[in-house]
């Protein structure tokens, strides 16, 4: 379908003030560039409560954002990876989609920092995402969390941090998780697929923009043959939790995102994959400017709220 309207307005605007191409940037500017979404962003919402802290990662304390929403607990729990391409974004960035999120799921939500490149290159970023993790499950009864039903979500590099996590909870001990959410990830930096060529200029990332983030996160070319930076490689996808895969029509890394979910199906997970069409990479983050941005939000907690029953009922039946 045509790019929707509102998108195209942000896109010539865009063009209008001459915005550079992220490759075409240092990385203080990409920094900079990416901090501005923002300002896109509807008003952030009241949130009963907010706990800033921080979690032991490997190289040192981390923060992390806890939104604690107004309802009975013990509440389930999203540990929420930011996106930015590995080298910018933070917490202020997804306040707004973390408020939201946390009211209208009515679960905690967990957003983690974690060191970001190229000053921090593979595997910084998902040992302290995974890490982040462990503590969320280990404190969980702290905040008023159920350790039981906890999911993971991440937008663009965020959503290969989620994907990640869910690999490495499977084969590293735990914890369980209920869910994962992945939003327009990007999975694989060798991918070849249509939608590279399709969308390589013109629609917010490009091609080569996409190509330079992954750049400054892998520290050799072959890094990317590790599932724990391309979480596609992995031997086995089998008995990871339950996916929601959502892409955008208009953007380089879709056809890689809906390749790993029907990877997933192929494993026996159960997974939905959903193409917003007309849509651009980075929707999420828009909701002030993209009117549409409000369906990815409400597909996101109808998912989690049914993985977060489910669970409960399970658990009701053991007892």
Known sequence: MPVDAAVQDLINGLNAQRVR???????????????????????????????????PGPDGDQHIRLYIPDAPGPLPIVVYFHGGGFIAGGLG??????????????AIVAAASYRLAPEHKFPAATDDTFAALQWVANNATDFGGDANRIAVQGDSAGGNLAAVAAQRARDEGGPHL???????????????????????????ITAA???WFWQQYLS???DADNPHATPSKAPSLAGL?????????YEVSRDEAEAYGKQLVNAGVQT?????????????????????????????????IARFTDRSRQQEMTQ
């Open 272 to 304: 939905d994959i959903i193409r917003f069409d007309g849509l651009v990479h980075g929707v999420y983050w828009m909701s002030g400017a993209v009117p549409r941005s409000s369906e990815m939000h409400t597909t996101i907690t109808d998912f989690l």
């Open 178 to 204: 209920v869910a994962q959410v992945l939003t327009y990830p990007v999975i694989d930096s060798t991918a070849k697929l249509p939608s590279r060529y399709e969308c390589e200029e013109g629609y917010v």
């Open 93 to 106: 960035v997804v306040d707004e989609p973390c408020r939201a999120l946390a009211n209208d799921a009515a």
């Open 220 to 222: 050799s070319p072959q």
């Open 21 to 55: 191409s992220f490759e075409q940037m240092s990385v203080s500017e990409a920094r900079d560039l990416v901090a501005t979404f923002t300002d896109l962003q509807a008003p952030a919402r009241e949130v009963a409560k907010v706990v800033d802290t921080t979690y």
């Open 241 to 249: 939790p339950p996916a929601l895969v959502l892409t955008t029509e």
């Open 209 to 211: 923009g996409l190509d």
